[in-house]
C-alpha cells in the first residue's frame, strides 16, 4: 500500500487512518484493545520495538498495556467496571490486594468493610428485584415486542405499586381508628353535632320494605342503598377522637393530612420516577428523543428473542428512519413555502381548529345535560319503581357519555389533522396532546356540574352552604360518582378485550374474506392505553378523599387489568407498525401522569378550601370547610410550634420566600447560558486542535518520505538500531526528530501491514 | 483459569460476584446455560470454548443482528473464531446485565458497532451499522440518498472534531445524552 499524499484527505471525505504515527498516539486510547486483540496471531508483524518489550512466551499476552492500566487506574475504582477481559480483571484485582496489603491495618479493615457493605447492598438489591411483581411477565413481553411495549406494562406496575401504598396510608390512618371505635377496643368519642337542626338531617339510605334483587345489583355498582353509609363513603368517617393512653388521636385532622399526603406522595414518586436513569440535559436544545444518534446507536432492543419481533422491528425501524428523513425534506418544503400558500394554510388550520372546538363543546354540553338528568332522575322517580336495565343505564349515564367522547374524539382528531399539514412528528404529538385534553376535561366538566348542582339552591344563597334538600351528604355523592366511573372504565376495559378483540382475532386468523384482510389484526397503541390508565389513575386520585377505599379498588382493578391486557396482547395483538420509542414513552406516560395528577388536585383543593363540608356526615360537620381543621390544631399546639406556623402562613414570609425562589431561578438560568457559551466555545477548541494535529502528522509524513527518498539513493550505514527504534517509542514522552543519516528498515515493513 | 470440575465452587462464584455485575443467582444460571451448549463429551471442564456457531443457537443471540460481532469482542481466543469461555460468557453477561454502569456498556457498544476493529466509527462501519438495523434484505435497506442524508446527520451530530469519524470518546459524549441507550443495551437471561 503506497502511503502517499492523499493519506490526509482534509474536507475530501474521511481520511485514511492508516497511519502508523496515528497509532501512537497517547490520545488512540481506543486501540489498546485492538493492540491486545490483534497481540496473539499476529506478533509476527509486531514491530520491532514491542518485541523488544520482552513479552511472555506463554498464550496470554501480558504486554505493556495492562501495566499502564494498572498504573492509572486508581484503587478505589471497582474492578468490574472496568473494559477488560476477565483474566486481565482478575490480574489487576490480585495487583490491587496486593497494594492492600501494604497499607496499614487499620485502612484494611476500613476497606475490608467498604467490600462487605457493598456485597451487602448488591444481596439485598437482588432480594428485592426478586420480589418485584411480575418480573417474569414483564420480561418475556420485552423478548416478543420490544421495549417500547414493555414500558407500558412498566407503568402499569408502577400504578399497581403506588395505589397500594396510597390504599395503606388510608387504611392505617383514616379507616382503623374508625373500625377500632366501631368495635370498641379503645376510647372514642363521636362528632357532636353543633349545626343548625335543618342541615343535619341525613335520611338513613337503607332501604326499607320489600327490595327487588336487581335494586341490591344497582346498589352495589353505584355506591347508593346498603353501600352509601359504610367505610366507602366520606359520610361514615363522624368520629372525633380516639383516646390512646399516650395521645389523643384527632380524626378529622388525620383524614385531612393523609389525603394531601397520598397526593403529595404520587407527586413526589411520579417525578422521582422520571428522572431516574435519564439526565435531563437542559443545557442543549436539540431534540433528544428525535435525534438520529439515539434512533441508530440506541435502536436495537437487544432484549428481543423471538424471530418475528426481530423483523417488526428491523421494519419499524426502516420506516422511522424514512419518516424523519422525509421530515428534513419536509421541514425544507415548510421554509420555502410561500405567501399565499402560508396565508390559504393558516387558514384552514383555523377552520379545522374552530371545528374541533365545536365538536369539544359539544361533548362537554352532552356530558354537562346527562349528569344533570341522572341526578334527577335518581332523585324524583321513586325508589322501587326503576326497572332494571333503565335504572342502571340512567345512572351510569355520565360514565357512558363520557366513555362514547373518549372514543369518538380520537378518531375525529386524526382525520382532521390530515389536513392540517403539520410534520409528522408534530402531527402524533398534538393529536395526543388533544387526546389528553379531552380526557381529562371531561372529568373536569362532570365535576363542574356536580360542583354547580350542589350549590344551586333554586335562586337564593344558600343557607348551609349547599343544597341540604337534594345533596344532605354532598360529599358521598361526588364520592359515588368517582366509584361509578372507576367501574364503568374497568368494565369498559374487560368488554373491549372479550368483546371486540378475540372475535376480531377469531374472524381474521380463520375468515378468509377480503374485509377481514383490510380490518387486520389488532394493533396494540400504546398512547391510548396509557391514556386510558392515566384517566381511571386521576379519577381514583379525585376519589380518594371522598372515598377512602377507592385506591383499594384501583389496586385490584388495575391488577386484574394487568392480566387482561397482557392475554390480550399475546393472542390478540401485533405491535404497531408506527413504534413508539421507550425513554419518549416514560418520558410522556409521567408527564400525562404529572398532568391528571395536578388536574385531580383541582377539585381535591376547591373541597378542602372553598365548599362548605356537609353538616350532616364527615368527619368535617362542626367546621366551615373542611380546612379549618388546621387553623384550629395549630392553636392547640405549645407556643413555639404554633409562633412558627404563623410566621410561615403569613405573607410577609411568603412574599420573602418567593422573591428568593426567583433569585435562585435567575441564578441558575445565568449559569445554564454561561455554561452553554463555554460548550461551544471548547467544542470549537477540540475541532481546531484536530486540524493542527492534523496538519502536523502531515507535514511530518512528507518529511518522512522525503527522508526515505533521499535514503534510498544513498547506500545505507550501519546505524545502531537501538537508537533508531527508539526513536518512535510509544512510551516516551517526547518525540525525537530524525536524525539525519539513519532511518529504521522495520519501519518500512511496518508501513506495509 | 478455569475449575476442572462441572460444578463453580464457592470461592470461584464469589470472585465472578466481585469481578463481574451479575449476582449470584445470574451467575448460576449462566453456568447451567452454559453447560448446555457444550457438547456431552466435555462437559467436565470449563476450560472448553464453544464455537461461535453453537453460541448463535441460543434464543436471546439468535435474532440479534449483531451477534456475530459480539462474539468476535467478547472472545479472548487466540484463533478469532469467535468462539465463547465461560469467562468470556461471564463478561459478556456482565457487560449486558441490569446493573452495568452506562460507561462500560457504551465502551463495548462501540466496540460492537466497530466492524472493521479499527478503533473509529467511520463512514463504512456507520453504513453496516444502518443496514443491521434496518435488515440486510435488499428491500429492507435505506437508499443511497437517504443513507447519505442520514450518516451526514449522524456525524452532525455526533464528530465534535469533525474528522469525519466517530472516536470513542465522541461516541460515549452522545451516548450519555441518550435517554433510550440503557434500556434497549440489555440481555437478560
Same mark, same amino acid.
Given at each position: 500500500?503506497?502511503?502517499?499524499?492523499?493519506?490526509?484527505?482534509?474536507?475530501?471525505?474521511?481520511?485514511?487512518? +492508516?497511519?502508523?504515527?496515528?497509532?501512537?498516539?497517547?490520545?488512540?486510547?481506543?486501540?489498546?484493545?485492538?493492540?491486545?486483540? +490483534?497481540?496473539?496471531?499476529?506478533?509476527?508483524?509486531?514491530?520491532?520495538?514491542?518485541?523488544?518489550?520482552?513479552?511472555?512466551? +506463554?498464550?496470554?499476552?501480558?504486554?505493556?498495556?495492562?501495566?499502564?492500566?494498572?498504573?492509572?487506574?486508581?484503587p478505589q475504582r471497582p474492578v468490574k467496571e472496568l473494559p477488560i477481559s476477565m483474566s486481565d480483571k482478575r490480574r489487576v484485582w490480585e495487583h490491587h490486594k496486593e497494594q492492600h496489603r501494604d497499607l496499614s491495618s487499620l485502612h484494611q479493615w476500613w476497606l475490608g468493610r467498604q467490600r462487605?457493605?457493598?456485597?451487602?447492598?448488591?444481596?439485598?438489591?437482588?432480594?428485592?428485584?426478586?420480589?418485584?411483581?411480575?418480573?417474569?411477565?414483564?420480561?418475556?413481553?420485552?423478548?416478543?415486542?420490544?421495549?417500547?411495549?414493555?414500558?407500558?406494562?412498566?407503568?402499569?406496575?408502577?400504578?399497581?405499586?403506588?395505589?397500594?401504598?396510597?390504599?395503606?396510608?388510608?387504611?392505617?390512618? &383514616?379507616?382503623?381508628?374508625?373500625?377500632?371505635?366501631?368495635? /370498641?377496643?379503645a376510647n372514642s368519642t363521636m362528632l357532636n353535632v353543633t349545626a343548625s337542626f335543618n342541615c343535619t338531617i341525613y335520611p338513613s339510605t337503607v332501604r326499607q320494605g320489600l327490595v327487588l334483587f336487581h335494586q341490591y345489583i344497582i346498589d352495589a355498582l353505584s355506591g347508593t342503598g346498603f353501600l352509601e353509609q359504610t367505610y366507602l363513603f366520606y359520610g361514615y368517617y363522624r368520629m372525633d377522637s380516639v383516646h390512646f393512653p399516650t395521645i389523643q388521636y384527632r380524626m378529622p385532622l388525620a383524614y385531612l393530612l393523609t389525603s394531601i399526603a397520598c397526593l403529595l406522595l404520587s407527586l413526589f414518586w411520579t417525578v422521582k420516577r422520571s428522572v431516574h436513569g435519564f439526565k435531563l440535559n437542559l443545557i442543549q436544545d436539540e431534540d433528544r428523543f428525535q435525534s438520529?444518534?439515539?434512533?441508530? *446507536?440506541?435502536?436495537?432492543?437487544?432484549?428481543?428473542?423471538? /424471530?418475528?419481533?426481530?423483523?417488526?422491528?428491523?421494519?419499524?425501524?426502516?420506516?422511522?428512519?424514512?419518516?424523519?428523513?422525509?421530515?428534513?425534506?419536509?421541514?425544507q418544503k415548510i421554509a420555502h413555502r410561500t405567501r399565499k400558500e402560508i396565508c390559504h394554510i393558516y387558514f384552514l388550520r383555523l377552520l379545522l381548529n374552530m371545528f374541533v372546538i365545536g365538536v369539544l363543546g359539544g361533548c362537554f354540553y352532552a356530558i354537562y345535560r346527562a349528569t344533570i338528568y341522572s341526578q334527577e332522575y335518581s332523585q324524583t322517580q321513586p325508589q322501587q319503581a326503576q326497572n332494571f336495565i333503565v335504572g342502571l343505564i340512567v345512572e351510569y349515564?355520565?360514565?357512558?357519555?363520557?366513555?362514547?367522547?373518549?372514543?369518538?374524539?380520537?378518531?375525529? *382528531?386524526?382525520? &382532521?389533522?390530515?389536513?392540517?399539514?403539520?410534520?409528522?412528528?408534530?402531527?402524533?404529538?398534538?393529536?395526543?396532546?388533544?387526546?389528553? *385534553?379531552?380526557?381529562?376535561?371531561?372529568?373536569?366538566?362532570?365535576?363542574?356540574?356536580?360542583?354547580?348542582?350542589?350549590?344551586?339552591?333554586?335562586?337564593e344563597s344558600c343557607f348551609c352552604g349547599y343544597n341540604n334538600n337534594l345533596y344532605p351528604c354532598w360529599e358521598t355523592r361526588v364520592g359515588q360518582e368517582m366509584y361509578k366511573l372507576a367501574i364503568f372504565d374497568f368494565l369498559i376495559i374487560g368488554a373491549v378485550a372479550v368483546l371486540v378483540e378475540f372475535p376480531r382475532n377469531l374472524i381474521v386468523t380463520h375468515c378468509s374474506c377480503s374485509l377481514a384482510k383490510w380490518f387486520g389484526q389488532q394493533e396494540f397503541s400504546v398512547p391510548q392505553n396509557v391514556l386510558e390508565i392515566v384517566y381511571g389513575q386521576t379519577i381514583c386520585w379525585i376519589g380518594s378523599y371522598y372515598s377512602p377505599l377507592?385506591?383499594?379498588?384501583?389496586?385490584?382493578k388495575y391488577f386484574i387489568v394487568f392480566y387482561i391486557k397482557k392475554v390480550s396482547l399475546m393472542q390478540n395483538c401485533r405491535p404497531s407498525t408506527r413504534p413508539f420509542r421507550a425513554s419518549s414513552s416514560n418520558f410522556f406516560f409521567l408527564a400525562v401522569l404529572l398532568i391528571g395528577l395536578l388536574v385531580a388536585c383541582v377539585p381535591v383543593g376547591v373541597t378542602i378550601g372553598h365548599i362548605s363540608s356537609s353538616k350532616a356526615c364527615g368527619p368535617f360537620m362542626n367546621y366551615n370547610i373542611s380546612w379549618d381543621v388546621v387553623p384550629s390544631a395549630v392553636e392547640t399546639l405549645p407556643g413555639g410550634a404554633r409562633k412558627f406556623f404563623y410566621v410561615i402562613s403569613s405573607e410577609a414570609f411568603a412574599v420573602t420566600f418567593f422573591v428568593v425562589v426567583c433569585l435562585v431561578l435567575f441564578y441558575f438560568i445565568a449559569l445554564a447560558?454561561?455554561?452553554?457559551?463555554?460548550?461551544?466555545?471548547?467544542?470549537?477548541?477540540?475541532?481546531?486542535?484536530?486540524?493542527?494535529?492534523? *496538519?502536523?502528522?502531515?507535514?511530518?509524513?512528507?518529511?518522512?518520505?522525503?527522508?526515505?527518498?533521499?535514503?534510498?539513493?544513498?547506500?545505507?550505514?550501519?546505524?545502531?538500531?537501538? /537508537?533508531?527504534?527508539?526513536?518512535?517509542?510509544?512510551?516516551?514522552?517526547?518525540?525525537?526528530?530524525?536524525?539525519?543519516? &539513519?532511518?529504521?528498515?522495520?519501519?518500512?515493513?511496518?508501513?506495509?501491514? | 483459569m478455569g475449575s476442572s470440575a462441572s460444578q463453580l465452587t464457592k470461592e470461584l462464584l464469589s470472585e465472578y460476584q466481585e469481578l463481574t455485575f451479575l449476582t449470584k443467582q445470574e451467575i448460576l444460571l449462566a453456568h447451567c446455560r452454559f453447560k448446555e451448549l457444550l457438547p456431552k463429551e466435555s462437559r467436565n471442564t470449563m476450560d472448553y470454548r464453544v464455537p461461535m456457531e453453537k453460541i448463535l443457537t441460543m434464543p436471546e443471540l439468535k435474532s440479534n443482528p449483531f451477534r456475530q460481532r459480539i462474539c468476535y469482542v467478547f472472545s479472548t481466543s487466540e484463533a478469532k473464531d469467535g468462539s465463547l469461555s465461560f469467562e468470556d460468557f461471564l463478561d459478556f453477561l456482565s457487560v449486558f446485565s441490569d446493573s452495568a454502569t452506562p460507561e462500560i456498556k457504551s465502551h463495548y457498544a462501540f466496540r460492537i458497532f466497530d466492524f472493521d476493529d479499527d478503533g473509529t466509527l467511520d463512514r463504512n462501519d456507520l453504513v453496516k451499522l444502518v443496514n443491521c438495523l434496518t435488515g440486510d434484505a435488499p428491500e429492507t435497506r435505506l437508499s443511497q440518498e437517504e443513507m447519505n442524508q442520514l450518516i451526514g446527520n449522524i456525524l452532525e451530530e455526533s464528530d465534535i472534531d469533525k474528522d469525519g469519524t466517530v472516536n470513542l470518546s465522541e461516541f460515549q459524549h452522545v451516548i450519555s445524552r441518550s435517554p433510550d441507550f440503557v434500556s434497549s443495551f440489555k440481555i437478560v437471561l
Open positions: 500500500m503506497e502511503p502517499g499524499s492523499d493519506v490526509f484527505q482534509w474536507g475530501h471525505g474521511p481520511p485514511l487512518l +492508516s497511519n502508523p504515527l496515528l497509532d501512537q498516539l497517547p490520545s488512540y486510547q481506543s486501540l489498546r484493545y485492538r493492540r491486545r486483540l +490483534s497481540s496473539g496471531s499476529s506478533r509476527r508483524k509486531r514491530s520491532v520495538s514491542r518485541q523488544r518489550m520482552g513479552s511472555s512466551s +506463554s498464550g496470554r499476552w501480558a504486554g505493556p498495556d495492562t501495566d499502564d492500566l494498572l498504573k492509572t487506574i486508581s462487605s457493605f457493598r456485597r451487602f447492598k448488591d444481596d439485598s438489591h437482588e432480594l428485592l428485584s426478586a420480589l418485584v411483581l411480575w418480573r417474569k411477565d414483564i420480561h418475556v413481553i420485552e423478548g416478543k415486542f420490544g421495549t417500547g411495549i414493555q414500558s407500558y406494562f412498566s407503568f402499569l406496575r408502577f400504578l399497581v405499586v403506588l395505589n397500594l401504598v396510597m390504599f395503606l396510608m388510608l387504611f392505617c390512618f &383514616v379507616t382503623l381508628p374508625v373500625i377500632i371505635s366501631d368495635y /370498641e377496643v438520529f444518534c439515539n434512533k441508530i *446507536f440506541a435502536g436495537w432492543d437487544f432484549c428481543i428473542t423471538d /424471530e418475528r419481533a426481530a423483523r417488526l422491528k428491523h421494519s419499524s425501524l426502516h420506516y422511522e428512519l424514512k419518516t424523519d428523513l422525509d421530515e428534513e425534506r419536509i421541514k349515564l355520565p360514565s357512558i357519555v363520557i366513555t362514547a367522547a373518549n372514543f369518538i374524539t380520537p378518531l375525529i *382528531f386524526e382525520v &382532521v389533522i390530515r389536513y392540517e399539514d403539520y410534520s409528522p412528528a408534530f402531527e402524533i404529538r398534538f393529536t395526543l396532546i388533544r387526546c389528553v *385534553f379531552v380526557r381529562l376535561a371531561s372529568i373536569g366538566v362532570l365535576l363542574f356540574t356536580l360542583w354547580s348542582q350542589i350549590t344551586f339552591c333554586g335562586g377507592i385506591p383499594g379498588i384501583s389496586t385490584i447560558r454561561a455554561h452553554k457559551l463555554v460548550v461551544k466555545q471548547l467544542k470549537d477548541q477540540l475541532h481546531m486542535e484536530g486540524r493542527d494535529k492534523m *496538519f502536523l502528522i502531515q507535514q511530518l509524513y512528507k518529511a518522512q518520505k522525503t527522508f526515505k527518498q533521499q535514503q534510498q539513493l544513498r547506500p545505507r550505514t550501519e546505524g545502531s538500531e537501538l /537508537e533508531q527504534e527508539g526513536m518512535l517509542h510509544p512510551d516516551r514522552d517526547y518525540y525525537r526528530p530524525p536524525s539525519s543519516d &539513519v532511518f529504521p528498515e522495520d519501519y518500512m515493513d511496518y508501513n506495509l501491514t | -
